[in-house]
């Protein structure tokens, strides 16, 4: 049998491609954020573009007018808002005389996700085309003198077809929430240990003594007044962490976001009714078939347990009334592993092209893994939750 014959096209904007052309292999996907839409939006709003260091370069695979394959794909000049903190590697690097940036990196800007893989049409031998897809990959990488390419977050399923590649894979630490089916939130709660149920009980009633009102909004349900007041928590939020903040979305993302991906939005507001209509928190969501994304919060400083109802309590309680089946609250924070969140591994790929670097990598890997894992069950260890004999 031939083999397929495939056209490779790089492109520098998704907008390069139709919206239905794209989503055609976005959307059977169970992530928001490789669709047209979310991507468009990083690059016309100015949160991911060359200005900000994320230089959009998507690879395009067609078979003569038919888009069969895509990779989301950015070249960097450093290393921020990957959430993958690879800066020892870049030490070593610098150690041995070697360049590190530019680098290749695929992921979707900002959106720490175990999400991220390539778009591939289903009727499609994936392997092989996967494997002609590195290659391309590759070639592009070395003859613009890129050190590496990396895939951040990636889907555990699919990293499979990209290690035989020569990809080391580096484990990481995330945090998830399953619904089994509970009927609320007390429900779920009947699973913790008696003291940690009462602590979250507190915490909870908090908001009913402060007169504090916290809801869930979705869609058209979120005025758009809201949107302007998120990006505000945003940059709040982004400035108690200094040069750790990650402060890429532009105003123009928070304006644009009702209308071109708003069906896809969920928020979690809070207010005193009483006093006045300006919300004290909020949290934004987004949801995907039958799965919930915690993106971005802020809230006043000192009101407490706010961050709790907002972040997790409420929209869980949404969750399980919506009869979603997962909530990823976002990395970071050991908190999450007390309110009932599961801590678990990711995973992000890496090859650099000079061999004494990959080499390095190689050696020290399964040392650097072993050690996380280690450190996931030991967070684990203090989950709320009361054994069943």
Not at 351 to 369: A, C, Q, S, T, V
Request: net charge neutral; hydrophobic share 40%; proline share 6%.
């Amino acid at each position: 049998m031939d083999m397929p014959t495939y056209t490779f096209r790089w492109i520098t904007s998704v907008a390069e491609v139709s919206k239905p052309t794209w989503d055609a292999l976005a959307l059977p996907l169970k992530t928001p954020f490789l669709e047209w839409e979310w991507l468009r939006l990083l690059e016309e709003s100015g949160s991911a573009l060359p200005s900000t260091g994320w230089l959009p370069m998507h690879l395009t695979v067609w078979q003569e007018d038919a888009l069969v394959a895509a990779a989301p794909l950015y070249a960097k000049r450093h290393s921020e808002g990957e959430f993958v903190f690879d800066h020892p590697w870049v030490d070593v690097a610098q150690r041995m005389g070697l360049r590190y940036y530019p680098k290749l990196v695929g992921m979707s800007p900002f959106t720490p996700t175990g999400t991220y893989r390539f778009l591939v049409t289903r009727d499609q031998d994936e392997i092989a085309l996967t494997k002609a897809m590195l290659g391309e990959i590759e070639s592009h990488c070395l003859e613009l003198g890129f050190s590496g390419c990396h895939f951040h977050y990636v889907d555990p399923a699919w990293r499979k077809l990209i290690m035989p590649a020569g990809y080391s894979c580096w484990t990481h630490q995330s945090f998830t929430w399953r619904n089994r089916g509970y009927t609320d939130l007390d429900d779920f709660l009947n699973r913790f240990s008696r003291n940690q149920r009462r602590n979250v009980h507190r915490e909870r009633q908090a908001m009913d003594r402060d007169g504090i009102r916290v809801r869930m909004l979705e869609g058209r349900e979120i005025p758009e007044k809201l949107y302007a007041r998120m990006y505000g928590y945003y940059l709040e939020t982004n400035e108690k962490f200094g040069p750790w903040g990650c402060r890429y979305l532009t105003e123009e993302f928070f304006r644009l976001l009702p209308a071109r991906f708003g069906e896809r939005v969920a928020m979690c507001v809070a207010d005193k009714p009483a006093d006045s209509p300006e919300p004290l928190g909020m949290g934004l969501f987004i949801v995907k078939d039958g799965n919930l994304y915690g993106r971005y919060w802020g809230g006043v400083e000192g009101q407490r347990y706010l961050h709790f109802n907002v972040c997790y309590y409420e929209p869980m309680a949404w969750a399980i009334a919506k009869g979603l089946s997962t909530f990823d609250p976002g990395i970071g924070g050991y908190h999450k592993v007390r309110r009932g969140f599961v801590c678990v591994p990711n995973y992000s790929l890496h090859k650099f092209f000079d061999p004494r670097l990959r080499r390095i990598m190689e050696m020290h890997m399964d040392e650097i893994n072993f050690m996380e894992r280690q450190q996931i069950l030991e967070i684990n260890k203090e989950l709320p939750f009361v054994r069943r004999r």
